[in-house]
């Protein structure tokens, strides 16, 4: 890979790109650059065997979905929620050939967040009958939320297993006044602290859980930092009901409200309130789609900074033309995976500025490109 794209996204080119037929001597990488998220633009380097991810493996798909199968000596591991401040306790289910699995264990580290092993930060554990007891004075899992950790067993694979560090459950405080019937209901959460990404799971009225707002759809409730509001037209009922929330990094919070009799709201009047004041699990993509900023990187893979919050990355992506043309192949036939179809969003999304040709370091301009393939004299069926 050229050194000015040592940080470059490996994907590819489809053979229809070019417009009309194409020359045999279509390019066998093309260069461009796309703004990445900045945890999409750190993730995911390194595959599983420790090696830096610098081209895709094969530029097929496969047609026929596949599952690799769970190694039977493998045993079964359960952990519930832990709260803060105790060691988490593992516990390691099966008969005589997973409790071999067991005894072979010989590190526990956390998943790295960007995807080198050779980075992993490795937890302080110990046996105790069948379990596994992490130490919670581990520094990589000294804080609530879900955290993977990966168990390595001699003569195994290694496992992934998330355990749940858990603090008290947030107050649920009413802030809307006597709740009634088909009236939207505004609650806040008292005692709830987070990092970035707003932990709440799922919210649960009577034990039904109601659908969450996303930005492709109006549902039944929505969040923003610390209040929550149930729609209109949800609890339609009166009397007594029981809204239950579910977070990751805390225990469940419930409080129990009494509902008066009410009236229906108009469809447009619900329609409105929910354009208005509807949120979506806020992401660095949508921050930085929202501020404007772009921390730009620069040739060499560094990035400029501009302080706190998400934001996105001009990135070098270099797309190779087997890959996509494959894929382009499958949209059209009507087979499209949702590999292939990953791909294409990608090339989409990205500006292409130059090709390069097999065996070659030379970058010739992407619209030279185009129209050298176009050329009459040059056009060659495939």
């Not at 596949?66 to 359960?78: A, G, N, S």
């Not at 290694?158 to 560090?165: E, F, R, S, Y």
């Not at 070098?316 to 990953?342: C, H, Q, W, Y």
């Amino acid at each position: 890979m050229n050194r000015i794209y040592r940080r470059a996204l490996s994907l590819g080119l489809a053979v229809t790109l070019l417009g009309g037929s194409v020359s045999f001597a279509a390019p066998s990488e093309i260069h461009g650059h796309m703004p990445v998220s900045i945890l999409d633009y750190y993730l995911e380097l390194y595959n599983d065997k420790g090696e830096i991810r610098v081209k895709p493996e094969t530029t097929s798909f496969n047609l026929v979905e596949t599952e690799k199968p769970m190694d039977p000596r493998v045993p079964e591991l359960v952990s519930g929620n832990t709260e803060y401040g105790n060691d988490v306790v593992i516990n390691v289910q099966g008969g005589t050939e997973q409790k071999e699995w067991f005894k072979n264990v010989y590190k526990v580290a956390k998943v790295p967040t960007l995807g080198n092993p050779n980075n992993q930060e490795l937890i302080v554990f110990d046996f105790d009958d069948d379990a596994l007891i992490l130490n919670s004075g581990s520094p990589t899992i000294d804080f609530n939320g879900r955290h993977q950790v990966m168990i390595y067993s001699n003569g195994y694979d290694p496992v992934v297993h998330t355990i749940h560090i858990v603090k008290d459950s947030p107050n649920i405080l009413l802030s809307s006044g006597e709740p009634k019937a088909y009236a939207p209901v505004i609650l806040e959460l008292d005692n709830y602290n987070y990092a970035i990404e707003n932990p709440i799971r799922a919210l649960y009225v009577d034990g039904v859980k109601l659908e969450e707002c996303t930005v492709d759809a109006a549902a039944d409730w929505h969040i923003v930092s610390d209040i929550v509001r149930i729609h209109e037209n949800v609890i339609t009922e009166p009397g007594q009901h029981t809204i239950k929330m579910e977070f990751d990094g805390f225990k469940a919070s419930e409080i129990v409200l009494n509902f008066g009799e009410g009236e229906p709201w108009p469809e447009e009047d619900d329609h409105e309130s929910i354009e208005e004041t509807s949120a979506v699990s806020i992401t660095p993509d949508l921050l930085a789609a929202a501020s404007g900023v772009i921390s730009v990187g620069g040739s060499d893979g560094e990035s400029g900074s501009s302080g706190g919050g998400g934001r996105a990355i001009d990135t070098n992506v270099i797309f190779d033309f087997d890959l996509i043309s494959n894929a382009m192949i499958l949209r059209e036939a009507g087979l499209e995976t949702p590999e292939s179809k990953a791909v294409i969003d990608v090339w989409e999304a990205a500006i292409i500025d130059s090709g390069k040709m097999e065996g070659s370091e030379r970058r010739v301009d992407w619209l030279s490109i185009k129209q050298q393939q176009r050329k009459p004299s040059q056009r060659a069926s495939i």
